[in-house]
Protein backbone atom coordinates (compact mmCIF):
# COMPACT_ATOMS: atom_id res chain seq x y z
CA UNK A 1 0.00 0.00 0.00
CA UNK A 2 1.46 3.23 -1.12
CA UNK A 3 -0.58 6.36 0.89
CA UNK A 4 0.43 10.43 -0.10
CA UNK A 5 -0.23 12.78 2.15
CA UNK A 6 -0.53 16.67 0.97
CA UNK A 7 -0.17 19.51 2.89
CA UNK A 8 -0.96 23.11 0.87
CA UNK A 9 -2.82 26.25 0.15
CA UNK A 10 -1.94 28.25 3.86
CA UNK A 11 2.02 27.97 4.39
CA UNK A 12 5.17 25.22 4.10
CA UNK A 13 3.17 23.55 1.32
CA UNK A 14 4.56 19.49 1.75
CA UNK A 15 4.70 16.08 0.24
CA UNK A 16 4.69 12.57 2.31
CA UNK A 17 5.03 9.37 1.19
CA UNK A 18 4.43 6.13 3.01
CA UNK A 19 5.04 2.38 1.82
CA UNK A 20 2.81 0.42 3.87
CA UNK A 21 3.69 1.93 7.38
CA UNK A 22 7.70 3.09 6.26
CA UNK A 23 8.42 6.54 5.43
CA UNK A 24 9.60 6.63 2.09
CA UNK A 25 9.92 10.31 1.45
CA UNK A 26 9.11 13.50 2.68
CA UNK A 27 9.75 17.59 1.49
CA UNK A 28 8.80 21.03 1.62
CA UNK A 29 7.68 22.60 -1.60
CA UNK A 30 10.36 25.67 -0.89
CA UNK A 31 13.15 23.80 -1.33
CA UNK A 32 12.44 23.24 -4.87
CA UNK A 33 10.48 26.35 -5.89
CA UNK A 34 12.84 28.42 -3.33
CA UNK A 35 10.27 30.44 -2.55
CA UNK A 36 10.31 30.12 1.34
CA UNK A 37 6.93 28.78 3.52
CA UNK A 38 5.65 28.65 -0.62
CA UNK A 39 1.92 27.88 -0.16
CA UNK A 40 1.46 26.23 -3.20
CA UNK A 41 -0.19 22.92 -4.55
CA UNK A 42 3.60 20.88 -3.76
CA UNK A 43 3.88 19.60 -7.36
CA UNK A 44 7.76 19.62 -7.29
CA UNK A 45 7.55 18.03 -3.52
CA UNK A 46 5.07 14.97 -5.11
CA UNK A 47 6.71 14.47 -7.49
CA UNK A 48 10.17 13.72 -5.96
CA UNK A 49 8.27 11.68 -3.80
CA UNK A 50 6.95 9.29 -6.35
CA UNK A 51 10.24 9.17 -7.71
CA UNK A 52 12.07 7.95 -4.46
CA UNK A 53 9.14 5.36 -4.32
CA UNK A 54 9.76 4.05 -7.90
CA UNK A 55 6.14 4.42 -8.65
CA UNK A 56 3.79 6.73 -10.55
CA UNK A 57 0.48 8.37 -9.07
CA UNK A 58 -2.00 5.58 -10.36
CA UNK A 59 -0.07 3.27 -7.59
CA UNK A 60 -0.60 5.73 -5.33
CA UNK A 61 -3.91 3.85 -2.92
CA UNK A 62 -4.53 6.79 -1.22
CA UNK A 63 -3.78 10.47 -0.81
CA UNK A 64 -4.48 12.54 2.03
CA UNK A 65 -5.09 16.12 2.69
CA UNK A 66 -4.13 17.80 6.01
CA UNK A 67 -7.22 19.91 7.25
CA UNK A 68 -10.91 20.20 7.04
CA UNK A 69 -11.43 23.18 4.97
CA UNK A 70 -15.18 22.57 5.54
CA UNK A 71 -14.80 22.62 9.06
CA UNK A 72 -12.15 25.81 8.75
CA UNK A 73 -14.71 27.76 6.84
CA UNK A 74 -17.50 26.71 9.88
CA UNK A 75 -14.94 28.55 11.95
CA UNK A 76 -14.37 31.57 9.76
CA UNK A 77 -18.12 31.99 9.55
CA UNK A 78 -18.22 32.12 13.49
CA UNK A 79 -15.67 34.83 13.68
CA UNK A 80 -17.66 36.81 11.33
CA UNK A 81 -20.79 36.58 13.61
CA UNK A 82 -18.70 36.74 17.05
CA UNK A 83 -16.64 39.85 15.91
CA UNK A 84 -19.28 41.80 13.86
CA UNK A 85 -19.66 44.36 12.74
CA UNK A 86 -15.33 44.85 12.92
CA UNK A 87 -15.34 41.57 10.69
CA UNK A 88 -17.00 43.25 7.89
CA UNK A 89 -13.78 44.11 5.69
CA UNK A 90 -12.74 40.44 6.07
CA UNK A 91 -15.77 39.14 5.04
CA UNK A 92 -15.92 41.16 1.42
CA UNK A 93 -12.36 40.08 1.37
CA UNK A 94 -12.01 36.53 2.07
CA UNK A 95 -15.89 35.37 1.59
CA UNK A 96 -15.54 35.24 -2.01
CA UNK A 97 -12.68 33.19 -2.21
CA UNK A 98 -13.99 30.65 -0.39
CA UNK A 99 -17.18 30.56 -2.22
CA UNK A 100 -15.65 29.97 -5.30
CA UNK A 101 -12.64 28.06 -4.32
CA UNK A 102 -11.63 26.81 -0.97
CA UNK A 103 -14.90 25.25 0.15
CA UNK A 104 -14.46 22.99 -2.73
CA UNK A 105 -11.14 21.54 -1.72
CA UNK A 106 -11.30 18.20 -3.38
CA UNK A 107 -12.77 19.21 -6.55
CA UNK A 108 -9.34 21.85 -6.48
CA UNK A 109 -7.23 19.45 -5.37
CA UNK A 110 -8.01 17.20 -8.20
CA UNK A 111 -7.76 19.94 -11.43
CA UNK A 112 -4.30 21.09 -9.84
CA UNK A 113 -3.27 17.19 -10.22
CA UNK A 114 -4.63 17.24 -13.18
CA UNK A 115 -2.87 20.59 -14.48
CA UNK A 116 0.17 20.40 -12.77
CA UNK A 117 1.06 16.68 -13.19
CA UNK A 118 -1.62 15.88 -15.65
CA UNK A 119 -2.68 13.00 -14.07
CA UNK A 120 -6.88 12.51 -13.67
CA UNK A 121 -6.95 11.68 -9.94
CA UNK A 122 -10.21 9.72 -8.84
CA UNK A 123 -12.39 11.22 -6.20
CA UNK A 124 -12.46 8.32 -4.34
CA UNK A 125 -8.92 8.24 -3.27
CA UNK A 126 -9.00 11.55 -2.12
CA UNK A 127 -9.18 11.42 1.98
CA UNK A 128 -8.25 13.99 4.99
CA UNK A 129 -8.34 14.37 7.79
CA UNK A 130 -8.16 17.28 10.57
CA UNK A 131 -5.47 19.54 11.00
CA UNK A 132 -4.75 18.54 14.72
CA UNK A 133 -5.37 14.99 14.09
CA UNK A 134 -2.18 15.24 11.41
CA UNK A 135 -0.23 16.80 13.51
CA UNK A 136 -0.65 14.51 16.47
CA UNK A 137 -0.40 11.51 14.12
CA UNK A 138 2.90 12.62 12.69
CA UNK A 139 4.60 13.10 16.43
CA UNK A 140 2.62 9.87 17.72
CA UNK A 141 3.12 7.81 15.00
CA UNK A 142 6.99 8.75 14.09
CA UNK A 143 7.20 8.35 17.91
CA UNK A 144 9.14 5.43 19.47
CA UNK A 145 6.79 4.94 21.74
CA UNK A 146 3.93 2.16 21.43
CA UNK A 147 1.82 4.17 24.44
CA UNK A 148 2.39 8.11 24.66
CA UNK A 149 0.80 11.39 25.56
CA UNK A 150 0.95 13.82 22.56
CA UNK A 151 0.15 17.38 23.30
CA UNK A 152 -0.22 19.78 19.68
CA UNK A 153 0.07 23.35 20.15
CA UNK A 154 0.00 25.80 17.18
CA UNK A 155 -2.00 28.87 15.67
CA UNK A 156 -5.31 27.15 15.13
CA UNK A 157 -6.36 24.08 12.89
CA UNK A 158 -10.25 24.26 12.27
CA UNK A 159 -11.09 25.48 15.45
CA UNK A 160 -8.64 24.65 17.95
CA UNK A 161 -5.43 25.86 18.39
CA UNK A 162 -3.76 23.55 21.70
CA UNK A 163 -5.17 19.32 21.57
CA UNK A 164 -4.25 16.75 23.73
CA UNK A 165 -4.35 13.44 22.81
CA UNK A 166 -3.60 9.27 24.22
CA UNK A 167 -1.99 7.28 21.71
CA UNK A 168 -2.12 3.64 21.74
CA UNK A 169 -0.90 1.41 19.40
CA UNK A 170 -2.60 2.42 16.13
CA UNK A 171 -5.08 4.74 17.88
CA UNK A 172 -5.37 8.65 18.72
CA UNK A 173 -7.96 9.29 21.33
CA UNK A 174 -8.58 13.69 22.19
CA UNK A 175 -8.89 14.04 25.57
CA UNK A 176 -8.74 17.87 25.41
CA UNK A 177 -8.65 21.09 23.28
CA UNK A 178 -8.56 24.39 23.54
CA UNK A 179 -10.35 26.45 20.65
CA UNK A 180 -10.02 29.46 18.59
CA UNK A 181 -9.51 32.63 18.84
CA UNK A 182 -7.47 31.70 22.27
CA UNK A 183 -4.23 30.31 21.13
CA UNK A 184 -0.55 30.66 22.15
CA UNK A 185 0.77 30.27 19.12
CA UNK A 186 -1.49 33.24 17.45
CA UNK A 187 0.02 35.26 21.27
CA UNK A 188 3.76 34.20 20.48
CA UNK A 189 3.27 35.62 16.68
CA UNK A 190 1.14 38.68 17.80
CA UNK A 191 4.34 39.20 19.75
CA UNK A 192 6.53 38.38 17.01
CA UNK A 193 4.91 41.04 14.67
CA UNK A 194 4.88 43.68 17.38
CA UNK A 195 8.57 43.34 17.65
CA UNK A 196 9.11 44.01 14.50
CA UNK A 197 9.48 40.62 13.31
CA UNK A 198 7.51 38.22 10.04
CA UNK A 199 4.97 35.97 11.48
CA UNK A 200 5.09 32.39 10.94
CA UNK A 201 9.18 33.01 10.50
CA UNK A 202 10.42 35.42 12.98
CA UNK A 203 9.10 32.96 15.53
CA UNK A 204 12.53 32.33 15.97
CA UNK A 205 13.84 35.22 16.27
CA UNK A 206 11.66 36.15 19.43
CA UNK A 207 13.01 32.60 21.28
CA UNK A 208 16.52 33.97 20.28
CA UNK A 209 16.12 37.14 21.60
CA UNK A 210 14.61 36.76 24.67
CA UNK A 211 18.13 35.81 26.74
CA UNK A 212 18.72 39.07 26.34
CA UNK A 213 16.31 40.71 27.71
CA UNK A 214 14.39 40.82 31.45
CA UNK A 215 11.26 39.50 32.47
CA UNK A 216 9.06 43.03 32.79
CA UNK A 217 6.27 42.30 31.05
CA UNK A 218 5.25 38.93 32.52
CA UNK A 219 2.94 39.95 35.06
CA UNK A 220 1.38 42.79 32.44
CA UNK A 221 0.80 39.55 29.49
CA UNK A 222 -0.97 37.54 32.36
CA UNK A 223 -2.65 39.93 34.23
CA UNK A 224 -4.31 42.05 31.13
CA UNK A 225 -3.94 39.56 27.95
CA UNK A 226 -4.16 36.57 28.34
CA UNK A 227 -5.24 34.10 31.62
CA UNK A 228 -3.66 31.22 32.44
CA UNK A 229 -5.27 28.10 34.29
CA UNK A 230 -3.93 25.85 36.57
CA UNK A 231 -4.45 23.24 34.12
CA UNK A 232 -2.52 25.02 31.14
CA UNK A 233 -5.94 25.98 29.73
CA UNK A 234 -6.11 29.78 28.84
CA UNK A 235 -7.86 32.52 27.31
CA UNK A 236 -6.84 35.60 25.52
CA UNK A 237 -8.65 39.25 26.11
CA UNK A 238 -9.53 39.93 22.48
CA UNK A 239 -9.96 43.68 23.27
CA UNK A 240 -6.18 43.88 22.13
CA UNK A 241 -6.46 42.20 19.24
CA UNK A 242 -6.98 42.07 15.52
CA UNK A 243 -6.01 38.52 14.51
CA UNK A 244 -9.18 36.83 14.07
CA UNK A 245 -10.84 39.55 11.19
CA UNK A 246 -7.50 41.06 10.02
CA UNK A 247 -4.20 41.30 8.27
CA UNK A 248 -2.52 42.70 11.49
CA UNK A 249 -2.05 40.79 14.28
CA UNK A 250 -2.53 43.60 17.62
CA UNK A 251 -4.28 47.17 17.74
CA UNK A 252 -4.41 50.67 19.42
CA UNK A 253 -5.45 49.06 22.82
CA UNK A 254 -2.77 46.43 22.43
CA UNK A 255 0.18 49.16 21.81
CA UNK A 256 -1.23 51.17 24.59
CA UNK A 257 -1.00 48.57 26.85
CA UNK A 258 3.24 48.50 26.46
CA UNK A 259 3.34 52.17 26.05
CA UNK A 260 4.87 52.42 22.16
CA UNK A 261 3.47 51.44 18.98
CA UNK A 262 4.79 48.43 16.98
CA UNK A 263 8.78 48.44 15.87
CA UNK A 264 9.21 49.26 12.41
CA UNK A 265 10.94 45.92 10.59
CA UNK A 266 14.71 46.08 9.95
CA UNK A 267 15.50 49.09 12.72
CA UNK A 268 17.19 49.14 15.60
CA UNK A 269 16.19 46.45 18.01
CA UNK A 270 16.16 48.10 21.72
CA UNK A 271 16.13 46.44 25.16
CA UNK A 272 12.09 47.48 25.34
CA UNK A 273 11.95 44.30 22.13
CA UNK A 274 14.12 42.10 24.31
CA UNK A 275 12.56 42.66 27.51
CA UNK A 276 8.81 42.05 25.74
CA UNK A 277 10.39 38.78 23.80
CA UNK A 278 11.88 37.19 27.05
CA UNK A 279 8.28 38.09 28.93
CA UNK A 280 6.17 35.90 26.11
CA UNK A 281 8.90 33.30 26.66
CA UNK A 282 8.32 33.04 29.74
CA UNK A 283 4.68 32.91 29.97
CA UNK A 284 4.36 30.51 26.91
CA UNK A 285 7.07 28.06 29.41
CA UNK A 286 4.81 28.36 31.56
CA UNK A 287 1.87 27.08 29.67
CA UNK A 288 3.94 24.26 28.18
CA UNK A 289 4.81 23.32 31.68
CA UNK A 290 1.39 23.61 33.10
CA UNK A 291 0.01 21.64 30.00
CA UNK A 292 2.07 19.11 30.22
CA UNK A 293 1.15 18.08 33.51
CA UNK A 294 -2.15 18.59 32.29
CA UNK A 295 -1.56 15.61 30.00
CA UNK A 296 0.48 13.52 32.95
CA UNK A 297 -2.74 13.59 34.91
CA UNK A 298 -4.92 12.74 32.13
CA UNK A 299 -3.68 10.42 30.27
CA UNK A 300 -1.85 8.33 32.73
CA UNK A 301 1.13 7.44 30.54
CA UNK A 302 5.42 8.21 31.10
CA UNK A 303 5.97 9.65 27.42
CA UNK A 304 5.01 12.59 25.56
CA UNK A 305 5.16 13.36 21.97
CA UNK A 306 4.96 17.28 20.87
CA UNK A 307 3.91 18.32 17.48
CA UNK A 308 2.41 22.32 16.18
CA UNK A 309 4.44 25.26 15.82
CA UNK A 310 4.93 26.30 19.15
CA UNK A 311 6.94 22.41 19.29
CA UNK A 312 9.59 23.96 18.04
CA UNK A 313 10.29 26.07 20.43
CA UNK A 314 13.16 23.92 21.54
CA UNK A 315 13.64 26.63 25.29
CA UNK A 316 9.97 25.36 26.18
CA UNK A 317 11.22 22.02 25.46
CA UNK A 318 14.20 21.82 27.35
CA UNK A 319 12.30 23.22 30.42
CA UNK A 320 10.05 20.70 29.67
CA UNK A 321 12.41 18.12 29.79
CA UNK A 322 14.21 19.14 33.07
CA UNK A 323 10.79 19.24 34.61
CA UNK A 324 11.09 15.87 34.74
CA UNK A 325 7.19 15.51 34.22
CA UNK A 326 7.51 12.67 31.72
CA UNK A 327 10.27 9.88 31.23
CA UNK A 328 10.39 10.49 27.93
CA UNK A 329 9.77 13.44 25.21
CA UNK A 330 9.82 12.79 21.44
CA UNK A 331 9.32 15.81 19.21
CA UNK A 332 8.53 15.77 15.29
CA UNK A 333 11.37 17.34 13.38
CA UNK A 334 8.80 18.93 11.29
CA UNK A 335 6.40 20.03 13.62
CA UNK A 336 4.95 22.95 11.60
CA UNK A 337 2.30 22.51 8.80
CA UNK A 338 4.71 20.71 6.35
CA UNK A 339 4.90 17.83 9.06
CA UNK A 340 1.00 17.70 8.12
CA UNK A 341 1.18 15.58 5.12
CA UNK A 342 3.51 13.11 6.91
CA UNK A 343 0.42 12.75 9.53
CA UNK A 344 -2.16 12.52 7.14
CA UNK A 345 -0.64 9.85 5.33
CA UNK A 346 -0.05 8.17 8.41
CA UNK A 347 -3.12 8.82 10.41
CA UNK A 348 -5.21 7.02 7.55
CA UNK A 349 -2.09 4.18 7.31
CA UNK A 350 -3.54 3.15 10.67
CA UNK A 351 -6.46 4.59 12.10
CA UNK A 352 -8.62 4.06 8.94
CA UNK A 353 -6.67 1.29 6.81
CA UNK A 354 -6.07 -0.69 10.15
CA UNK A 355 -2.77 -1.08 9.68
CA UNK A 356 -1.11 -2.44 13.00
CA UNK A 357 1.84 -0.40 14.32
CA UNK A 358 5.18 -1.92 16.02
CA UNK A 359 6.80 0.63 18.36
CA UNK A 360 10.09 -0.56 20.39
CA UNK A 361 10.42 2.37 23.05
CA UNK A 362 13.72 3.14 21.38
CA UNK A 363 14.09 3.96 17.94
CA UNK A 364 11.56 6.43 16.13
CA UNK A 365 10.43 5.71 12.36
CA UNK A 366 11.73 9.31 11.04
CA UNK A 367 15.30 7.95 9.51
CA UNK A 368 16.89 10.67 10.98
CA UNK A 369 15.13 13.33 9.14
CA UNK A 370 16.99 12.71 6.15
CA UNK A 371 13.73 12.05 3.98
CA UNK A 372 14.35 14.84 1.12
CA UNK A 373 16.37 14.37 -2.49
CA UNK A 374 19.67 13.52 -2.77
CA UNK A 375 22.38 13.66 -5.80
CA UNK A 376 24.92 11.06 -7.39
CA UNK A 377 28.45 11.87 -7.78
CA UNK A 378 27.84 12.40 -11.64
CA UNK A 379 24.52 15.02 -10.70
CA UNK A 380 27.28 16.78 -8.87
CA UNK A 381 29.97 16.58 -11.16
CA UNK A 382 27.87 17.88 -14.37
CA UNK A 383 26.89 20.95 -12.61
CA UNK A 384 29.91 21.84 -11.27
CA UNK A 385 31.47 21.61 -14.74
CA UNK A 386 28.85 23.29 -16.09
CA UNK A 387 29.93 26.39 -14.60
CA UNK A 388 33.62 25.51 -14.77
CA UNK A 389 33.96 25.47 -11.11
CA UNK A 390 37.09 24.31 -9.81
CA UNK A 391 37.35 21.60 -7.54
CA UNK A 392 39.39 18.48 -5.88
CA UNK A 393 37.03 14.99 -5.54
CA UNK A 394 38.27 12.53 -3.45
CA UNK A 395 38.04 9.20 -3.65
CA UNK A 396 38.99 8.34 -0.31
CA UNK A 397 36.89 9.39 2.77
CA UNK A 398 39.23 9.67 5.15
CA UNK A 399 41.44 11.70 3.20
CA UNK A 400 38.33 14.08 2.35
CA UNK A 401 37.21 13.84 6.15
CA UNK A 402 41.57 15.10 6.47
CA UNK A 403 40.95 18.18 4.63
CA UNK A 404 37.47 19.31 5.74
CA UNK A 405 38.65 18.78 9.65
CA UNK A 406 41.62 20.90 9.23
CA UNK A 407 39.69 23.61 7.36
CA UNK A 408 37.29 23.42 11.07
CA UNK A 409 40.04 23.80 12.86
CA UNK A 410 41.34 26.91 10.84
CA UNK A 411 38.69 28.52 11.55
CA UNK A 412 37.13 28.03 8.15
CA UNK A 413 33.56 28.30 7.05
CA UNK A 414 32.52 25.13 5.90
CA UNK A 415 29.41 24.56 3.06
CA UNK A 416 28.74 20.78 3.95
CA UNK A 417 25.81 19.19 1.38
CA UNK A 418 25.59 15.54 2.00
CA UNK A 419 23.29 12.70 0.92
CA UNK A 420 19.51 13.09 1.75
CA UNK A 421 18.10 16.63 2.87
CA UNK A 422 16.60 16.81 5.81
CA UNK A 423 12.61 17.54 6.18
CA UNK A 424 11.72 20.27 8.84
CA UNK A 425 12.87 23.81 9.24
CA UNK A 426 16.54 22.44 11.00
CA UNK A 427 19.51 20.98 9.17
CA UNK A 428 21.07 18.15 10.63
CA UNK A 429 24.02 17.95 9.00
CA UNK A 430 23.46 17.74 5.39
CA UNK A 431 22.56 20.99 4.28
CA UNK A 432 24.75 23.01 6.59
CA UNK A 433 27.45 25.06 7.13
CA UNK A 434 30.09 24.23 9.87
CA UNK A 435 32.50 26.27 11.53
CA UNK A 436 34.78 25.87 14.85
CA UNK A 437 32.87 26.40 18.38
CA UNK A 438 35.72 27.31 20.01
CA UNK A 439 36.42 30.32 18.21
CA UNK A 440 35.55 33.96 20.08
CA UNK A 441 34.54 35.60 16.34
CA UNK A 442 32.88 32.49 14.56
CA UNK A 443 29.19 33.81 15.70
CA UNK A 444 29.49 37.44 14.45
CA UNK A 445 31.18 36.44 11.03
CA UNK A 446 28.42 33.49 10.54
CA UNK A 447 25.68 35.67 11.25
CA UNK A 448 26.92 39.04 9.41
CA UNK A 449 29.10 37.80 6.86
CA UNK A 450 27.44 34.52 5.81
CA UNK A 451 23.83 34.40 6.76
CA UNK A 452 23.47 38.64 6.63
CA UNK A 453 21.05 38.14 9.45
CA UNK A 454 21.02 39.53 13.05
CA UNK A 455 24.19 39.54 15.53
CA UNK A 456 22.18 38.20 18.63
CA UNK A 457 20.68 35.20 16.91
CA UNK A 458 22.23 31.84 18.54
CA UNK A 459 24.01 28.72 16.72
CA UNK A 460 23.32 25.10 17.46
CA UNK A 461 26.33 22.75 18.72
CA UNK A 462 26.44 19.45 16.98
CA UNK A 463 27.71 17.41 19.23
CA UNK A 464 28.68 13.70 18.84
CA UNK A 465 26.10 11.51 21.14
CA UNK A 466 28.47 9.92 23.42
CA UNK A 467 29.91 12.99 24.49
CA UNK A 468 26.82 15.03 25.19
CA UNK A 469 27.16 14.99 28.53
CA UNK A 470 30.91 16.12 28.08
CA UNK A 471 29.71 19.59 27.00
CA UNK A 472 26.24 19.99 28.13
CA UNK A 473 23.87 19.29 31.11
CA UNK A 474 21.85 16.84 29.37
CA UNK A 475 22.06 13.00 28.36
CA UNK A 476 19.27 12.48 26.31
CA UNK A 477 19.13 12.10 22.60
CA UNK A 478 18.88 15.45 20.87
CA UNK A 479 18.90 14.63 17.13
CA UNK A 480 16.59 17.03 15.70
CA UNK A 481 18.03 20.56 17.19
CA UNK A 482 14.87 20.69 19.28
CA UNK A 483 16.03 20.68 22.99
CA UNK A 484 18.01 23.59 24.75
CA UNK A 485 20.23 22.40 27.58
CA UNK A 486 22.83 24.50 29.48
CA UNK A 487 26.84 23.90 29.25
CA UNK A 488 28.21 22.17 31.75
CA UNK A 489 29.57 24.49 34.30
CA UNK A 490 33.32 23.25 34.33
CA UNK A 491 33.24 24.82 31.07
CA UNK A 492 31.80 28.23 31.33
CA UNK A 493 33.73 31.20 32.39
CA UNK A 494 32.56 33.45 34.96
CA UNK A 495 31.45 37.09 33.97
CA UNK A 496 33.25 39.70 35.66
CA UNK A 497 31.28 42.83 37.64
CA UNK A 498 31.28 44.98 34.64
CA UNK A 499 30.00 42.48 32.29
CA UNK A 500 27.31 41.76 34.64
CA UNK A 501 25.73 45.07 34.43
CA UNK A 502 26.05 44.84 30.39
CA UNK A 503 22.50 44.59 29.14
CA UNK A 504 20.65 43.72 25.24
CA UNK A 505 23.50 43.52 22.21
CA UNK A 506 26.49 44.41 24.79
CA UNK A 507 26.42 41.40 26.21
CA UNK A 508 27.37 39.36 23.01
CA UNK A 509 31.15 40.92 23.88
CA UNK A 510 31.76 38.39 26.62
CA UNK A 511 32.86 35.11 26.39
CA UNK A 512 30.88 33.25 28.22
CA UNK A 513 32.86 29.52 27.64
CA UNK A 514 35.12 27.12 26.13
CA UNK A 515 33.16 26.99 23.21
CA UNK A 516 31.28 30.53 22.75
CA UNK A 517 30.06 30.30 19.19
CA UNK A 518 27.58 27.87 20.52
CA UNK A 519 27.43 29.58 23.68
CA UNK A 520 24.22 31.79 24.29
CA UNK A 521 24.12 34.89 26.58
CA UNK A 522 22.11 32.33 29.34
CA UNK A 523 24.74 29.80 29.39
CA UNK A 524 22.80 27.59 26.67
CA UNK A 525 22.82 25.82 23.70
CA UNK A 526 20.07 24.17 21.22
CA UNK A 527 22.18 21.32 21.22
CA UNK A 528 21.84 18.38 18.47
CA UNK A 529 23.58 14.91 18.95
CA UNK A 530 25.08 12.77 16.14
CA UNK A 531 24.32 9.55 15.78
CA UNK A 532 26.05 6.85 13.64
CA UNK A 533 23.46 4.95 12.26
CA UNK A 534 21.42 7.44 11.13
CA UNK A 535 24.49 9.97 9.97
CA UNK A 536 27.41 8.62 9.24
CA UNK A 537 29.48 10.89 7.39
CA UNK A 538 28.64 13.78 9.17
CA UNK A 539 29.63 11.62 12.78
CA UNK A 540 32.64 10.64 10.98
CA UNK A 541 33.27 14.10 10.57
CA UNK A 542 33.21 15.87 13.81
CA UNK A 543 34.92 12.37 15.16
CA UNK A 544 38.27 13.32 12.72
CA UNK A 545 37.74 17.04 13.95
CA UNK A 546 37.70 15.76 17.69
CA UNK A 547 40.84 13.63 16.93
CA UNK A 548 42.66 16.75 15.69
CA UNK A 549 41.32 19.45 18.15
CA UNK A 550 39.87 17.37 21.38
CA UNK A 551 36.75 18.91 20.17
CA UNK A 552 33.75 16.78 20.06
CA UNK A 553 31.09 19.95 18.86
CA UNK A 554 31.32 21.85 15.58
CA UNK A 555 28.59 24.91 15.13
CA UNK A 556 25.91 23.52 12.75
CA UNK A 557 23.48 26.50 11.28
CA UNK A 558 20.90 25.58 7.90
CA UNK A 559 23.04 25.88 4.85
CA UNK A 560 21.01 29.15 3.65
CA UNK A 561 21.10 32.91 3.64
CA UNK A 562 18.46 35.26 4.91
CA UNK A 563 15.34 35.01 3.37
CA UNK A 564 16.17 32.25 1.40
CA UNK A 565 14.90 28.34 1.75
CA UNK A 566 17.50 25.67 3.33
CA UNK A 567 19.43 24.50 0.14
CA UNK A 568 18.65 21.75 -2.16
CA UNK A 569 20.71 20.53 -5.06
CA UNK A 570 24.16 21.35 -5.84
CA UNK A 571 23.18 24.18 -7.78
CA UNK A 572 21.43 26.16 -4.92
CA UNK A 573 24.43 25.01 -2.67
CA UNK A 574 27.00 26.25 -4.65
CA UNK A 575 24.75 29.37 -5.38
CA UNK A 576 24.99 30.33 -2.20
CA UNK A 577 28.13 29.44 -1.64
CA UNK A 578 29.40 31.90 -3.96
CA UNK A 579 27.08 35.04 -2.51
CA UNK A 580 28.54 34.69 1.02
CA UNK A 581 32.08 34.54 2.59
CA UNK A 582 32.33 31.17 3.01
CA UNK A 583 35.26 29.64 2.40
CA UNK A 584 35.28 26.06 1.59
CA UNK A 585 31.98 23.86 -0.08
CA UNK A 586 31.74 20.10 0.41
CA UNK A 587 29.18 18.38 -2.25
CA UNK A 588 29.28 14.98 -1.35
CA UNK A 589 32.92 14.19 -2.15
CA UNK A 590 34.06 17.41 -3.99
CA UNK A 591 35.89 20.02 -2.16
CA UNK A 592 35.94 23.31 -3.47
CA UNK A 593 38.01 26.48 -2.30
CA UNK A 594 36.55 30.09 -2.52
CA UNK A 595 39.41 31.57 -4.03
CA UNK A 596 39.99 29.51 -6.96
CA UNK A 597 36.13 29.42 -8.06
CA UNK A 598 35.81 31.65 -10.89
CA UNK A 599 32.86 34.85 -11.08
CA UNK A 600 29.67 32.87 -11.07
CA UNK A 601 27.43 34.37 -14.08
CA UNK A 602 24.31 35.74 -14.60
CA UNK A 603 23.73 35.40 -10.77
CA UNK A 604 20.92 37.91 -9.48
CA UNK A 605 20.95 39.96 -6.34
CA UNK A 606 19.85 37.64 -3.58
CA UNK A 607 18.68 40.56 -1.53
CA UNK A 608 16.02 41.47 -4.68
CA UNK A 609 15.77 37.55 -5.27
CA UNK A 610 14.66 36.09 -1.25
CA UNK A 611 12.16 38.43 1.02
CA UNK A 612 14.08 39.39 4.14
CA UNK A 613 12.26 37.47 6.99
Known amino acids: MYILGVSAYYHDSAAAILRNDEIIAAAQEERFTRIKQDSGFPKNAILYCLAEAGISLDQVDAIVFY ?9 ILKTYVNFFPKSLPFVFKSLPIWLTKKLYWKSNLIQSFRQELGVDVPK ?47 KLTKIESV ?50 SEDGTFQLDMDYFDFPFANHMTNTKFHKLFGRPPREPETEIS ?33 ICLAGGVALNCVANGKLLRENIFNNIWIQPAAGDAGGALGAAQWYCYEEAGNPRVADDKSDSMKGSYL ?78 IKYRESFRPFAPSVLREKVSDYFQIDVDSPYMLLVAPIKEDLTIKMSEEEQNLFGIEQLRVNRSTIPAVTHVDYSARIQTVHPETNSRY ?8 EKTGCSVVVNTSFNVRGEPIVCTPEDSYRCFMRTEMDILVIGDYVLLKENQPKLENDTNWKEEFQLD
Open 67 to 75: DDPSLKFKR
Open 179 to 228: EFPHSIGLLYSAITSYIGFKVNSGEYKVMGLAPYGRPKYVDLIKNEIVNV
Open 372 to 449: GPSFSKTDIAEYLDSVDAVYTYYDDFSSLLDCVSDGLADEKVIGWHQGRMEFGPRSLGNRSILGDPRSQKMQTVMNLK
Open 271 to 303: QFEMDVARSIQDVTEEIVIKLARSAKKLSGLEN
Open 539 to 546: YSLIKAFE
Open 124 to 170: EKIKNTTHHHSHAASAFYSSPFNKAAVLVLDGVGEFETTTLWKGEGN
